[in-house]
């Protein structure tokens, strides 16, 4: 069989982040820890946990810190965000090497981010203006005011 070549599997040396972007996506993680916003999703599964058996999930900080993550790239299909958690060096780091399937990663948006998108969004938003030091009735000021 002159088609059939067999492969041998090798260690990739150049799998380590650089720097840089380590430090970008600790300093998001650390905003994002301040955000509040994982113990509002702690609590629901702690609630949600009392009612469920079987395997333990995700680390609900990692899966949520994925997924926004992936949708800042525009990455927004699951089995594109399943794909990036295999391949992306980045994502590979925020998840600790654990790869949640599209449909886990489904569930996680419909059963957690979607009930609370409000709330997510509002304690994301506070954070970014806490740490920019910016007033939100300015920015609420300026926001209106382009509009017209």
Same mark, same amino acid.
Do not use: W
């Given at each position: 069989?002159?088609?059939?070549?067999?492969?041998?599997?090798?260690?990739?040396?150049?799998?380590?982040? !650089?720097?840089?972007?380590?430090? #970008?996506?600790?300093?998001?993680?650390?905003?994002?820890?301040?955000?509040?916003?994982?113990?509002?999703?702690?609590?629901? @599964?702690?609630?949600?946990?009392?009612?469920?058996?079987?395997?333990?999930?995700?680390?609900?900080?990692?899966?949520?810190?994925?997924?926004? =993550?992936?949708?800042?790239?525009?990455?927004?299909?699951?089995?594109?965000?399943?794909?990036?958690?295999?391949?992306?060096?980045?994502?590979?780091?925020? @998840?600790?090497?654990?790869?949640?399937?599209?449909?886990?990663?489904?569930?996680?948006?419909?059963? =957690?981010?979607?009930?609370?998108?409000?709330?997510?969004?509002?304690?994301?938003? !506070?954070?970014?203006?806490?740490?920019?030091?910016? #007033?939100?009735?300015?920015?609420?000021?300026?926001?209106?005011?382009?509009?017209?």
């Amino acid at each position: 069989m002159s088609y059939y070549n067999t492969r041998q599997s090798f260690f990739i040396l150049s799998s380590t982040i !650089k720097v840089e972007e380590t430090e #970008k996506i600790d300093k998001f993680l650390a905003l994002l820890d301040k955000s509040g916003v994982c113990d509002l999703l702690k609590e629901q @599964m702690i609630y949600d946990d009392k009612n469920k058996g079987g395997k333990h999930g995700y680390n609900v900080y990692n899966m949520l810190v994925t997924i926004i =993550y992936s949708f800042a790239f525009n990455k927004a299909s699951l089995r594109n965000i399943e794909d990036l958690c295999i391949y992306d060096l980045r994502l590979i780091y925020i @998840m600790e090497n654990e790869t949640p399937t599209y449909k886990t990663i489904g569930n996680f948006i419909n059963e =957690y981010i979607v009930p609370n998108r409000d709330k997510i969004f509002s304690l994301i938003t !506070k954070a970014i203006f806490d740490d920019c030091n910016l #007033k939100m009735d300015k920015a609420i000021y300026t926001f209106s005011n382009s509009r017209h």
